[in-house]
T-cell receptor, first 111, second 109 residues
Framework: DAGITQSPRHKVTETGTPVTLRCHQT?????MYWYRQDPGHGLRLIHY???????DKGEVSDGYSVSRSKTEDFLLTLESATSSQTSVYFCATGETSYEQYFGPGTRLTVT | GQSLEQPSEVTAVEGAIVQINCTYQ??????LSWYQQHDGGAPTFLSYNALDGLEETGRFSSFLSRSDSYGYLLLQELQMKDSASYFCAVSRQGGKLIFGQGTELSVKP
């Protein structure tokens, strides 16, 4: 299994505050992804990276930004958290886009 | 735009065979992947089809027809531990993977 960790694993925050989620990999994979998962919506792509400092938007990128300054780390920032961003966030990595390895997820609650 | 359609729920009995279908509409299609997720945990990769035809991996097989924009996941000799959510996902140009909404499989004794 790919070594993928996410931090924090759980977070409760207030509306309007900035939040940063971290994804760390030890596999030196090229691609890194952030998804959110909500009931009835499956996994929706927020942003992804195809190399250091190379990122692109996914399906639901509004209100989120990302950064990748090192191969192993991919940060997701909620600039001003809203209740609609309450979700489970998964990070994934892979050498190909079609075969991805997922982290354990971060459960975020915005009150 | 892009869309993927798969049934929301499927129920089958232990030892049986079940097929989960997936139809898609997307541009820049590269291939179709399948993932399994237990109880909201980390999804795990099952299979990938880039070409038409059937790919077999143990009890699981996956099929793709590019001309019909259709694929399926076939699970044989069902076991209780196969109860999970199954997602099809299209691999697109540029490195994106777009997931369907998932099919919840319940395996009954």
């Amino acid at each position: 299994d790919a070594g993928i960790t996410q931090s924090p694993r759980h977070k409760v925050t207030e509306t309007g505050t900035p939040v940063t989620l971290r994804c760390h990999q030890t596999e030196n994979h090229r691609y890194m992804y952030w998804y959110r998962q909500d009931p009835g919506h499956g996994l929706r792509l927020i942003h992804y990276s195809y190399g250091v400092k190379d990122t692109d938007k996914g399906e639901v990128s509004d209100g989120y930004s990302v950064s990748r300054s090192k191969t192993e780390d991919f940060l997701l920032t909620l600039e001003s958290a809203t209740s609609s961003q309450t979700s489970v966030y998964f990070c994934a990595t892979g050498e190909t886009s079609y075969e991805q390895y997922f982290g354990p997820g971060t459960r975020l609650t915005v009150t | 735009g892009q869309s993927l359609e798969q049934p929301s729920e499927v129920t089958a009995v232990e030892g049986a065979i079940v097929q989960i279908n997936c139809t898609y509409q997307t541009s820049g299609f590269y291939g179709l992947s399948w993932y399994q997720q237990h109880d909201g945990g980390a999804p795990t990769f099952l299979s990938y089809n880039a070409l038409d035809g059937l790919e077999e991996t143990g009890r699981f097989s996956s099929f793709l027809s590019r001309s019909d924009s259709y694929g399926y996941l076939l699970l044989q000799e069902l076991q209780m531990k196969d109860s999970a959510s199954y997602f099809c996902a299209v691999s697109r140009q540029g490195g994106k993977l777009i997931f369907g909404q998932g099919t919840e499989l319940s395996v009954k004794p």
